[in-house]
């Protein structure tokens, strides 16, 4: 996932309460100059294929799992689902927290959605596959989360704000399902499509 505006301070700091533990696949998060894996953007197949649930999680997978952030890190974005590099794996790798480079990323492996809030929230959103375009999409504002770190442990979340909004983006890539599919002013998206050289027949209606 992208941000059009520079992360607000108070997020930051929301993230590094929550985060007080060093990750061992924490890279660096400046930019590089050739990112090891490509990113794919809208209208290319590979987006859509869902992705398959990971057996082990060995030391392929944590170096995957470094690839996407160094990747994710140069493009400045803040979320990166496998799909988007290429790889049909269950695993997404969020840091909303970019300015703060002590702060550990997250490595999700195989998240599954427990339970999403009745209350919705509003919130633009951008995308890594999608560069220029950032439209309003309306999601759940806090979920419960399952999944494996990038050391196979079985691990439960709570989150809600950016990073439940962040998690909810990255779980669809799995899925194949991008976020202009949700993009509910048509008008907006298809002229930011356009300013974008996007084409609108790569967009979705029907999502499951
Ligand atoms: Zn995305």
Redesign the pocket.
Known sequence: ??LRLPLAGSFAQLAKIAENKKSSIAVSKEAVDKPPLTIYMLGEEVLRNPAKRIVKVDSSIRELAQNMLITMYSAK?I???AP?VGVHKRILVIDINLEDPDAPPHVFINPEIISSSATLDTYE??????PGVYLNVVRPSSIKLSYRDEMGRHKKMNADGLMARCIQ??I??LNGV??VDRVTDKDELTKQLKENDFNQKDVRTKVI
């Open positions: 996932m992208l974005g979320g990166l689902a988007q959103e951008g995308c890594l596959s999608i983006h990255e669809e890539h991008l976020f």
